[in-house]
């Protein structure tokens, strides 16, 4: 059974930047596509980036582009989003999502990670 554990969020001040990671476990992280989602209070969950399975990113939202990356190290088995200029309306739960090689649908699901940038 495929499971994802995110790390690294915290409280950052606006301009601040964060990394969170997303270490991969009871799979092979070079046979899964990534993406990362975030849920803000009182909002739906949304896509922010996703990597493909060879690396690739695939697309990012538009709040996002220019401001936030992905990046994976299969060797580790773990995929980070590096996020910088953070805004206070980046504050939200942060979730990875896995998805099987072949599949656009992320099937595979971490627990979450809170990121709070203060204003």
């Known amino acids: 059974q495929v499971q994802l554990v995110e790390s690294g969020g915290g409280l950052v001040q606006t301009g601040g930047s964060l990394r969170l990671s997303c270490v991969v476990s009871?799979?092979?992280?070079?046979?899964?596509?990534m993406g990362w989602y975030r849920q803000a209070p009182g909002k739906e969950r949304e896509f922010v980036i996703g990597?493909?399975?060879?690396?690739?990113?695939?697309s990012s939202a538009d709040s996002v582009r220019g401001r936030f990356t992905i990046a994976r190290d299969n060797a580790m088995n773990t995929v980070y989003l590096q996020m910088n200029s953070l805004k206070p309306e980046d504050t939200a739960v942060y979730y990875c999502?896995?998805?099987?090689?072949?599949?656009?649908?992320?099937?595979?699901w971490g627990q979450g990670t809170q990121v709070t940038v203060s204003s």
């Open positions: 999502a896995a998805s099987s090689k072949g599949s656009s649908r992320y099937s595979y």
């Open positions: 009871g799979g092979t992280l070079g046979n899964y596509g």
């Open positions: 990597s493909t399975w060879s690396g690739a990113t695939t």
